[in-house]
């Protein structure tokens, strides 16, 4: 009897703690879900003071790197053929020194199948700063021949690079300004 009675208290009181730890939980994912307007308030306000990760790029070379890596895994992974070109590209004209680790940084701001516009909208500034018109130019034609280095590229592509040429381009009269080369 004294077994039954210690049995039925340990089984009393882990049902007590599962249902209190149920509520916890529940608590605690109300919490959450109560907060998320304050949430992300709060990662909007970081950003405006410190910006995201692409607006704080300051290598045009990097960028065009980025842009290039982006416009392929829009769609799909990067294939041998398309990474290939983009290698091609980044010994010339970008003439980078460390041709790999430059390639994964860039790699590094990109992302699986997010929208091309997502990626260019940060980096416009940028380009368009340290750019000349003909080097604008020299990078959309750039990309265009990444995206199609596996096979024809598709529209989400072509729409992709359209948009960017529009806005690298936007007031622009097709003269060469001078700016620092890439």
Avoid: C
């Amino acid at each position: 009897m004294p077994l039954l009675l210690g049995l039925l208290g340990l089984l009393a009181a882990g049902l007590f703690w599962v249902l209190y730890m149920h509520r916890t939980v529940k608590g605690l994912q109300e919490v959450d879900r109560d907060t998320k307007g304050v949430q992300r308030r709060a990662v909007s306000a970081i950003r405006n003071i410190v910006g995201t990760p692409l607006e704080r790029v300051r290598d045009a070379r990097l960028a065009a790197v980025i842009l290039m890596i982006q416009i392929v895994r829009t769609g799909s992974p990067v294939t041998a053929s398309e990474k290939t070109k983009i290698l091609e590209f980044m010994e010339d004209p970008l003439a980078f020194e460390n041709i790999s680790a430059a390639f994964e940084q860039a790699r590094g701001y990109t992302q699986q199948r997010f929208p091309f516009s997502q990626v260019s909208d940060p980096l416009i500034p940028l380009l368009r700063s340290r750019l000349s018109v003909d080097e604008r130019m020299e990078l959309i034609t750039m990309l265009t021949q990444v995206a199609s280095a596996h096979s024809a590229p598709s529209e989400l592509q072509r729409e992709g690079i359209a948009r960017l040429k529009n806005r690298l381009l936007a007031g622009e009269k097709g003269t060469s300004r001078g700016a620092a080369a890439m």
